[in-house]
């Protein structure tokens, strides 16, 4: 199982660039890499996925290198509404989907 | 796309009691769902995971006659707690994928409270 470690919080402020880093070293090599957002009380909501080199969508970007054993979602100027807890998934339908979550990334957004 | 409910949003029950939670995929085919349980300010924690027609695979120290897990059909996943105590009380999350899919998406969670 591909085990995720993450920074436990980071604080930024309004309108700035937010790059969290997520380790993965025993990546498998059908995996990819899915990030969610979690608000208090609610479920995980998907933000971004990610197999190789870069994604980009309407609210993310993720940068994969290529060894893949580590992943950076970036959130372009955040917002005050950007606080809320990130996880990192590493794991792949043809696995089963075994994926365990880590403890995420609590990020503080303050004006 | 890609949606998910649950019902209920919210439950009180005696303890004792059994309690019913249920999880829909509301625009595709669910071939695999999964159950997970948060405490507060902890990480989602997966209990078991079902493949539509066939048992639940529960994860280690996840009571199998406790926490029963019925994946019927292609759109419906149910977890049923049973004999429910206090420390049952937590907020329980389903999510979902699809045959082609390579994300799980998951529903909004029911909070569950056992008296």
């Known amino acids: 199982l591909a085990k995720t470690t993450q920074p436990i919080s980071m604080d930024s402020y309004e309108g700035q660039e937010v790059n969290i880093t997520c380790s993965h070293n025993?990546?498998?090599?059908?995996?990819?890499i899915t990030w969610y957002q979690q608000f208090p009380s609610q479920g995980p909501r998907f933000i971004i996925q990610?197999?190789?080199t870069k994604v980009t969508n309407e609210v993310a970007s993720l940068f994969i290198p290529a060894d893949r054993k580590s992943s950076t979602l970036s959130l372009p100027r955040v917002s005050l509404s950007d606080t809320a807890v990130y996880y990192c998934?590493?794991?792949?339908?043809?696995?089963?989907?075994?994926?365990?979550f880590g403890a995420g990334t609590r990020l503080f957004v303050k004006a | 796309g890609a949606v998910v409910s649950q019902h209920p949003s919210w439950v009180i029950c005696k303890s004792g009691t059994s309690v019913k939670i249920e999880c829909r995929s509301l625009?595709?085919?669910?071939?695999?769902m999964f159950w997970y349980r948060q405490f507060p300010k902890q990480s989602l924690m997966l209990m078991a995971t079902?493949?539509?027609?066939?048992?639940?695979?529960?994860e280690q120290g996840v009571e199998k006659d406790k926490f029963l897990i019925n994946h019927a059909s292609l759109t419906l996943s149910t977890l049923t707690v049973t004999s429910a105590h206090p420390e049952d009380s937590s907020f329980y999350i389903c999510?979902?994928?699809?045959?082609?899919?390579?994300?799980?998406?998951f529903g909004p969670g029911t909070r569950l409270l056992v008296l």
């Open positions: 999510s979902a994928s699809g045959n082609n899919q390579e994300t799980q998406y």
């Open positions: 025993n990546i498998a090599t059908n995996d990819y």
């Open positions: 990610g197999y190789k």
């Open positions: 998934l590493v794991g792949s339908n043809t696995g089963g989907f075994k994926t365990i």
């Open positions: 625009d595709f085919q669910a071939t695999t």
């Open positions: 079902s493949n539509e027609g066939s048992k639940a695979t529960y």
